[in-house]
């Protein structure tokens, strides 16, 4: 099993619609976090947990929110899907460095 | 913010050559890392380098920090190598673990 999964991989969903994105860690790290990945750019910050008690906002993290269920799981909520959130976006834990999912290919029409 | 610049964006090589991309960054950082995205978008975590040099396989790395940059170098590139390199900092203790990408470099090995 991958250190870091997410689920789904796919998703084509509905402008307006609410969607999740979940991620579940096995390396037990604190630290978990959430990216955009837009064509052409680098990954972008939405939000980041540094523990189950403790969840930041990043530097896009309008119109998303998340919820830390657990150490191991960390998802990601869009609460009402908007053509411009059409990304990549990855999951990922720290600890002295980075592990990333292997995405989530979201788009919304 | 803290910039990430990388050049160049758009690399081409033969299979066999030799190739080093560049990040500068604007101000002092606690960690740098570089990653590859291949083909299919898996972020594959190459080297946690805030300062030094460290090697990999055909792949090494090198962080001036003092002077605000990394380099990646890539040895007798393979058609495995194509994808996108990023590089990514992060400074100071409030963002701490939080990481600024540069745009990428497109690297395309040709056979």
């Known amino acids: 099993d991958a250190d870091v999964t997410q689920t789904p991989r796919n998703r084509i969903t509905k402008t307006g619609k609410r969607i999740m994105l979940e991620c579940s860690q096995t390396k037990g790290h604190d630290r978990m976090y959430w990216y955009r990945q837009d064509p052409g750019l680098g990954l972008r910050l939405i939000y980041y947990?540094?523990?189950?008690?403790?969840?930041n906002k990043g530097e896009i993290s309008d119109g998303y929110s998340v919820s830390r269920q657990a150490q191991a799981k960390f998802s990601l909520s869009l609460e009402s899907a908007i053509p411009n959130q059409t990304a990549l976006y990855f999951c990922?834990?720290?600890?002295?460095?980075?592990?990333f999912g292997s995405g989530t290919r979201l788009t919304v029409v | 913010g803290i910039q990430v610049e990388q050049s160049p964006p758009d690399l081409i090589l033969q299979e066999g050559a030799n190739s080093t991309l560049r990040c500068n960054f604007s101000d002092s950082v606690n960690n740098l890392q570089w990653f590859h995205q291949n083909p299919w978008g898996q972020l594959i975590n190459l080297f946690y380098i805030p300062s030094g040099t460290k090697q990999n396989g055909r792949l090494s790395a090198t962080t001036v920090a003092t002077e605000r940059y990394s380099l990646l170098y890539i040895s007798s590139s393979q058609t495995t190598d194509s994808g996108v390199y990023f590089c990514a900092v992060e400074r100071g203790t409030d963002s701490w673990g939080k990481l600024q990408f540069g745009a990428g470099t497109q690297v395309v090995v040709t056979p």
């Open positions: 990922a834990t720290w600890n002295y460095g980075y592990t």
């Open positions: 947990s540094f523990d189950v008690k403790d969840i």
